[in-house]
């Protein structure tokens, strides 16, 4: 009866992770915030070297529709794949694994069985690569987080990396703590005793 008081207590006091719809959710707030990011950073690259070919090489005349437009469209595609990888890469390489959509949904993106360091060229490159798949596939492969228990995308496969909430790092952290080191300091303690009994 000592015990079972003793684990709901404990079970009061520790967090819970978050559940998978909300984790999901979160992750794909964050995709479509990167997703506007880039669009916008490609439609102002595609103007600006819109602008540029007109002014100092080519000089078409912007009341000539078709061909501003055909100008413009062969631009904006050829950018949007060089802005998409550059964007995921830059982001997960320089700023530790998170991009903007990451940043305002507090989301990491971390190497396979290696929290402490930072992600790797070759993973933040792969990753990119993975959501440029996605993106030539009409985002379908993305979906596969719905399906699958441990919420991994084609991305994290290819990277060999995974996403985490912040709140979900602190709760695993907090579980990789040993309370065995108590028990050991103070073995006279009744209380580590009984949870390291129960535990």
């Known amino acids: 009866m000592e015990n079972l008081k003793l684990v709901s207590h404990i079970e009061h006091l520790t967090q819970k992770l978050p559940k998978n719809k909300e984790v999901r959710k979160s992750r794909t707030y964050a995709f479509i915030t990167d997703l506007y990011c880039i669009v916008f950073l490609n439609k102002f690259v595609s103007f600006a070297w819109m602008t540029f070919v007109n002014k100092y090489i080519s000089n078409i005349a912007l009341g000539n529709k078709g061909a501003a437009k055909t100008l413009f469209t062969g631009t904006s595609n050829l950018s949007l794949a060089i802005i998409y990888t550059s964007y995921f890469f830059f982001f997960y390489y320089l700023a530790e694994g998170r991009t903007i959509g990451k940043m305002l949904f507090k989301l990491k993106v971390y190497a396979n069985h290696e929290r402490s360091r930072s992600l790797s060229a070759k993973e933040s ?75």
């Not at 441990?150 to 985490?164: P, Q």
């Open 125 to 199: 490159f792969t990753r990119s690569i993975g959501y440029l798949f996605c993106n030539f596939l009409f985002f379908i492969p993305f979906a596969t987080i719905y399906f699958r228990k441990d919420s991994k995308s084609i991305a994290d496969y290819i990277s060999g990396t995974y996403v985490l909430r912040d709140d979900e790092l602190i709760i695993l952290d907090s579980l990789e703590e040993r309370p065995v080191s108590q028990i050991e300091l103070f073995p006279e303690d009744p209380v580590s005793n009984r949870i390291s009994k129960v535990l």
